[in-house]
Nanobody
């Protein structure tokens, strides 16, 4: 099992920045993909950024390209989401996700179906 704990959310004005952190523990050596998702009230969960741990490509939703950056610190088992030029429409609960299961179907780093472990979420609120 993999446990995920997010932190770094908060309230910021439009144009500001936040950095979210996701600390992983447990069977972290099994993790093959990780991602950040968000969900606003009344909306579906949306994949924001993600990657396969064995590859170098980073995946981003069109709505955040050029503003958000996903990165990892393997020594700390931590994944980050740097969010710049924040907009009111970025307001949502942000979740970290990981997949440790090596078998089964693969749906891509921006699909919620890809993952089998989720954090509890951290709230991001952007005011205009």
């Amino acid at each position: 099992q993999v446990q995920l704990v997010e932190s770094g959310g908060g309230s910021v004005q439009a144009g500001g920045s936040l950095r979210l952190s996701c600390a992983a523990s447990g069977y972290t050596y099994r993790i093959n993909s990780m991602g950040w998702f968000r969900q606003a009230p009344g909306k579906e969960r949306e994949g924001v950024a993600g990657f396969y741990t064995g590859g170098g490509r980073l995946y981003y939703a069109d709505s955040v390209k050029g503003r958000f950056t996903i990165s990892q610190d393997n020594a700390k088992n931590t994944v980050y989401l740097q969010m710049n030029s924040l907009k009111p429409e970025d307001t949502a609960m942000y979740y970290c996700a990981a997949r440790a299961e090596p078998s089964g179907s693969w749906y891509g780093p921006l699909s919620a179906a890809q993952y089998d472990s989720w954090g509890q979420g951290t709230q991001v609120t952007v005011s205009s």
